[in-house]
């Protein structure tokens, strides 16, 4: 056994020198971009292809069949058992740490036939603290608020308007205990629009119903271990443009400055967010989490939009920023507290560190879908890698990098490819993800100019051909409309 | 129309080259029919290999040569554990003769020839010489090992599918491991099927037994010696009714309990009708004729114009082209 570690220089070292294998096993590498670079060992095991085999560090089943996952965990299983993957890990030495962006309890059953250590709590906490409305009374429990809401079964609209009373108001959100990025968020303001949502609605044992507020969407990242909880800074949310995704109230994307919001409301989420890491600590859980705060645009109050226990689609930001490479990227804290090695690390300093507003460089990513219903097979598809755009607004491939670092200003952008070549294109299939330096939304919360051009000059690299076998078609289209259509990130 | 089959009969001690070159012939075929209901409906390849592991572990060296020898894929890796393969069935008629004066288990067997390999296989894979007609690349249709065990199986009737394994990697498994046909009784009622087969065994020293086996009811064995396609009473009419089935256990059953029945009279019954079937146009045609002689580690191939006799003493390897149809044309 090493000596307990102290200081950062004390982690960045353990990580350095570490021998033992550490796969994040998902859909994508996207999540944890560039972690490799800081801990010894550490591979990604893929279904996605994004880098065409030109990085090292990614492993990628090569015998695999269109399927249509019903879920992370169901893609993360389908490689689990894989046997290349299986090949490839014990050609590695049959014993490692496995981390993932979602995994149930097959997965857990899979890994310790693998001699994989989960470096997670377990599926079976996690899936409880991803309720949407455990997350509600946690946060009652520890003083952090959500918008002023009633948890309940619904059974019609007129029950709806009256165990909603006390709101105060009839323009209503109703979220159910599970679901993700905008599928399962239901705006509802009057009887037509309750109808329209009506079976989901009420198939559910209990809601969430909450006063509608004008409200911004933010992210914060944060890591609870037993020397307290790491906390990243507050981005900005980029939720349900219509150039970029086909879902209302769909995440598409993040931007992270640091004056993103007032120092006021910086202070309130990083006080709640320790709070909240306390209480997931005394829940049991332990490891990276993420937080969803509404920000009332009115008021400037703080509320708890949603928990994920879990790395999520953010964390390709909060681990690249400057505090992360002045420090540890956030991840490392996570796999520090689940790699049974002792440390005592002065977390509060590190908080202060991070949340300075130097240690914040300026970062955006935006997630691209394709948004029309069309149907077709991709025959060109732009390569992962760094992209310049001209001064006419045009884009041409610059150099390959997995790393968003590599694109050194906001004529530059980091692009990772997600569907390729011989892929279906269908509504609401993820074709990439843009990172790059400075913002991407106004201070009016709109996309810019810039934005804008990236968009286009990404979409215009995509170019497909019609399905003309109306077989193949039907194909494509269960696929997008069945399992295929979640959020893979 | 006329169907033709190539036979040849291999002899390779360790699964190699000849081996491979069977996989590489037969492959693509098997990978259609592996995928025809798509591919997400088969298990995982862990799956296959922990069921493997759990129910047949003696046989997961053999499982992953071949596997090896065969690429190393997921997807044929899958297919050769044999477990949950898409549902197929087949006819088929068997019977085992074993008193002072004889010891001998004949079989037809009833499909589409273009559905059958064609392989009989001599190995000596786990440390004991196994003569077998082979499916799915590895598996068994029938076959006997050098000490005296033989086993042939038939369809059971019944449309029932479930976890479990493709019945003739059971028989691999008997011929590979066990010596008697208690010793393979017990692996009939202890290892899963995913589909109902009837699975007649015999030893050296004329004990046999017919085990009834299905995915959804714990396995009948009995010291039965005939079976054709159906269990107990029968629930699937269409397929009774086409395969002839009752007909066929009848005249099995009065052969055999007939003192006056030699293997040689039971062994002619299998050439003619009903026993020998010539709708080949619905995939119910006698592709072969098998006798196992376990006593004299002996078995002969018949077709109405050829004969093959192989023994672990004299095994020959050869091609020949068998054609069905109407009229036989026999051995090209």
């Keep these: ?489 | 129309m006329a169907k033709q089959l190539a036979f040849r009969t291999v002899h390779e001690p360790q699964a190699g080259a000849k081996w491979q070159s069977l996989f590489e012939l037969h492959w693509s075929a098997y990978e259609r029919w592996f995928l025809s209901e798509g591919e997400r409906e088969r298990p995982g390849y862990l799956a296959g290999f922990n069921a493997l592991r759990r129910h047949m572990p003696e046989l997961l060296p053999t499982y992953e040569r071949l596997c090896a020898l065969a690429g190393g894929g997921d997807l044929s890796s899958r297919m050769l554990s044999l477990y949950r393969p898409p549902a197929y069935i087949t006819g088929c008629s068997q019977a085992v003769l074993a008193n002072g004066n004889s010891n001998v288990l004949v079989r037809n067997y009833d499909y589409p020839p273009e559905l059958c390999e064609g392989t009989i296989l001599s190995s000596c894979w786990n440390g004991r010489q196994v003569i077998a007609m082979t499916d799915c690349l590895w598996g068994v249709l029938d076959g006997m090992n050098d000490s005296g065990l033989a086993v042939s199986l038939a369809f059971g009737g019944r449309t029932v599918v479930g976890d479990g394994f493709g019945a003739p990697i059971i028989l691999r498994y008997i011929l590979e491991f066990c010596d008697t046909t208690p010793e393979a009784a017990e692996v009939l009622a202890r290892v899963p099927t995913h589909m109902a087969y009837n699975i007649t065994v015999n030893d050296a020293q004329g004990r046999y037994v017919t085990a009834m086996i299905a995915p959804d009811r714990k396995a009948t064995i009995k010291r039965v010696p005939v079976a054709t396609n159906h269990q107990k009473k029968i629930e699937w009419y269409a397929h009774a009714l086409a395969s002839e089935t009752l007909i066929r256990e009848r005249q099995l059953s009065i052969l055999v309990d007939d003192d006056a029945t030699t293997e040689e009279r039971l062994v002619s019954a299998f050439f003619a009708p009903p026993l020998y079937r010539t709708d080949h146009r619905r995939g119910l045609g006698t592709v072969y004729t098998s006798v196992y002689r376990p006593l004299q580690g002996r078995v002969q191939f018949h077709w109405p114009e050829h004969e093959v006799d192989l023994s672990f003493t004299h095994f020959p390897e050869t091609n020949f082209t068998i054609h069905y149809g109407p009229r036989h044309h026999g051995a090209g």
């Design chain 1, 1 to 489: 056994m090493t000596t307990k570690l102290t200081s950062i220089s004390d982690v960045r070292r353990f990580f350095h020198n570490n021998k033992e294998p550490v796969y994040f096993i998902s859909a994508t590498n996207f999540n944890l971009l560039g972690i490799g670079d800081w801990v010894g060992n550490f591979r990604h095991i893929n279904y996605i292809n994004c880098f065409d085999d030109k990085q090292k560090n990614v492993f990628v089943p090569k015998e695999k069949f269109p399927r249509d996952f019903e879920s992370i965990e169901d893609i993360n299983n389908y490689l689990l058992e894989h046997k290349e993957v299986i090949d490839y890990i014990r050609s590695r030495g049959e014993q490692g740490v496995a981390a993932f962006l979602m995994f149930d309890e097959h997965t857990e059953e899979i890994c310790e036939q693998l001699g994989l250590r989960v470096a997670f709590p377990p599926a079976k906490l996690r899936s409880r603290m991803d309720n949407k409305i455990e997350t509600v009374r946690i946060g009652n429990k520890v003083g952090v608020p959500s918008v002023p809401n009633v948890l309940a079964k619904v059974d019609s609209y007129q029950h709806l308007l009256e165990i909603s009373k006390e709101l105060g108001t009839h323009d209503l959100v109703i979220q159910s205990a599970f679901g993700d990025s905008g599928h399962t968020t239901f705006f509802v303001s009057n009887e037509d629009e309750y109808y329209r949502y009506a079976e989901e609605i009420e198939a559910e044992e209990e809601v969430k119903i909450m006063k509608r507020i004008n409200c911004r969407g933010s992210a914060i990242e944060a890591c609870a271990t037993r020397c307290g909880t790491v906390v990243g800074p507050l981005m900005t949310e980029l939720v349900g443009f219509k150039t970029l995704t086909p879902y209302k109230g769909g995440w598409c994307g993040n931007e992270m400055f640091a004056g993103a919001f007032t120092q006021e409301v910086r202070d309130k989420a990083q006080e709640y967010t320790n709070k909240f890491g306390e209480a997931l600590r005394e829940e049991g859980y332990r490891g990276y989490f993420e937080l969803d705060f509404l920000i009332d645009m009115d008021t400037n109050e703080v509320y708890l939009g949603e928990l994920n226990p879990r790395v999520t689609g953010a964390s390709s930001l909060t681990n690249v920023a400057a505090f992360a490479h002045s420090d540890v990227p956030l991840f490392l804290f996570h796999l520090l507290e689940f790699s049974g090695q002792d440390f005592d690390i002065d977390i509060q300093a590190v908080n202060d560190r991070w949340a300075h507003p130097d240690s914040i460089d300026s970062w955006s990513q935006l997630v691209i879908k394709h948004t029309d219903e069309s149907v077709d097979l991709l025959t060109q598809a732009p390569e992962s890698g760094v992209w310049r755009m001209a001064a006419d607004g045009s884009i041409a491939y610059d150099h390959y990098d997995s790393h968003p670092h590599a694109a050194e200003s906001e004529q530059e952008a980091f692009f990772m490819r997600i569907s390729g070549v011989g892929d279906f294109r269908y509504e609401g299939a993820d074709l990439g993800i843009l990172i790059t330096r400075g913002r991407l939304m106004d201070d009016d919360f709109q996309l810019n100019e810039r934005a804008k051009a990236w968009i286009d000059g990404i979409r215009g690299q995509f170019a497909g051909q019609s399905v003309q076998d109306p077989v193949v078609e039907q194909v494509a289209v269960n696929h997008a409309v069945g399992g295929g259509n979640f959020k893979i990130l």
